[in-house]
């Protein structure tokens, strides 16, 4: 079991910046992906990006693509998100998991330890 916490949440305006960062504890050796998803109220939790452990492969929803850096460090054990140009539409819940290889890292089924959640709100 992989115990997650998020940090660097909170409101911004349109146009603006946040980094959002996702510290791991425990068997962190045996996860292969860390993804950051994201659930708006009424809305399914939706796939934002994910990335490689071990390679730094990265994945991104078309809706982030080249606004949203996901990055990690391996000897801190952290994944980063790094949001850029935010619009009033990224405002969410932002969950970071870790998952196994095996399944499409953008599904929710691929990941199974998930953090508490930080709020993202922009402002328009």
């Known amino acids: 079991q992989v115990q997650l916490v998020e940090s660097g949440g909170g409101l911004v305006q349109a146009g603006g910046s946040l980094r959002l960062s996702c510290a791991a504890a425990g068997r962190t050796f045996s996860a292969y992906w860390g993804g950051w998803f994201r659930q708006a109220p009424g809305k399914e939790r939706e796939f934002v990006a994910a990335?490689?452990?071990?390679?730094?492969?990265?994945l991104y929803a078309d809706s982030v693509k080249g606004r949203f850096t996901i990055s990690r460090d391996n000897a801190k054990n952290t994944v980063d998100l790094q949001m850029n140009s935010l619009k009033f539409e990224d405002t969410a819940v932002y969950y970071c998991?870790?998952?196994?290889?095996?399944?499409?890292?953008?599904?929710?089924?691929?990941?199974?330890?998930w953090g508490q959640g930080t709020q993202v709100s922009v402002s328009s």
């Open positions: 998991a870790t998952g196994q290889a095996g399944i499409m890292p953008t599904t929710t089924r691929a990941y199974d330890s």
């Open positions: 990335i490689t452990w071990r390679a730094g492969t990265a």
